[in-house]
């Protein structure tokens, strides 16, 4: 029991010594005067002021340059797709059309061959007549 007695005791000394030590700090800090208090709390408010209004502003521009960004590239994305779409239909037209015309020409080359044969034939056939 004395043993248990002398660490209550210890205890209670160590309390009592943590909170003068407390009390004797407390009295060492420099508290500022009633003006000092206002004229600091009014600069903090101030900056803090200053700031939201900042994020305020910042996020608000933002906000209209992203709505109105985004909107612009998808016109921007959207045209470009139809762009190339109509130019890849105008060069398939455009191909197609050349196609038909190289065809075209391919048979009138083909038919001027045969007409020419045929002219040829008829020729050498009068020549031969008109010899005898």
């Known amino acids: 029991m004395a043993q ?3 660490k209550e005791i210890k205890n209670n000394k160590d309390k009592t010594s943590f909170f003068k030590s407390f009390k004797a700090e407390l009295k060492k800090v420099v508290w ?3 003006k000092q208090l206002f004229n600091n709390t009014i600069a903090v408010l101030t900056i803090v002021l200053i700031t939201a209004t900042i994020v305020f502003v910042l996020d608000f521009a933002f906000e209209v340059l992203n709505e109105y960004g985004i909107d612009k590239i998808k016109q ?3 045209n470009s797709a139809e762009n190339q779409t109509t130019d890849e239909q105008n060069k398939t037209d455009t191909n ?4 038909e015309d190289n065809n075209e020409i391919t048979e009138n080359n083909q038919e001027n061959n045969e007409n020419t044969s045929e002219n040829s034939s008829e020729e050498k056939n009068e020549a031969t007549n008109n010899g005898q």
């Open 4 to 6: 248990k007695d002398k």
């Open 32 to 34: 500022p005067t009633p």
């Open 76 to 78: 921007v994305v959207s």
């Open 96 to 99: 197609n059309e050349n196609v």
